[in-house]
């Protein structure tokens, strides 16, 4: 089985920073894409930022210039560095990880999601 384990949430006044991490583990074959999401109370859960297995990435048009998303293929583990941190960005954040499991001959990529960590931005 595969589980994604997130931490780094808290709490952090406007302007701070904090640094998300999601670790992916058991049979894991490879992983693509690595993300984080999330969701507001009363809202809808919106994509953050996502990497590719090449590096690539991209961003919500709110977050750009402020986040910063890695990965250590190594350790099977994304980042999400967030700084200059406002109270709008109050959310629980999601780790999303596509990830391919053997079966067999075959490898099978499903969507894995994490538990959640509370992020919250206030004075």
């Known amino acids: 089985q595969v589980q994604l384990v997130e931490s780094g949430g808290g709490l952090v006044q406007p302007g701070g920073s904090l640094r998300l991490s999601c670790a992916a583990s058991g049979s894991i074959f490879s992983i693509n894409t690595m993300g984080w999401f999330r969701q507001a109370p009363g809202e809808q859960r919106e994509l953050v930022a996502r990497i590719t297995r090449s590096g690539s990435t991209n961003y919500a048009d709110s977050v750009k210039d402020r986040f910063a998303i890695s990965r250590d293929i190594a350790k099977n583990t994304v980042y999400l560095q967030m700084n200059s941190l406002k109270p709008e960005d109050t959310a629980v954040y999601y780790c999303?990880?596509?990830?391919?499991?053997?079966?067999?001959?075959?490898?099978?990529?499903?969507?894995?999601w994490g538990q959640g960590t509370q992020v919250t931005v206030s004075s």
């Open positions: 999303n990880c596509n990830i391919g499991v053997q079966i067999g001959l075959v490898t099978r990529f499903d969507n894995y």
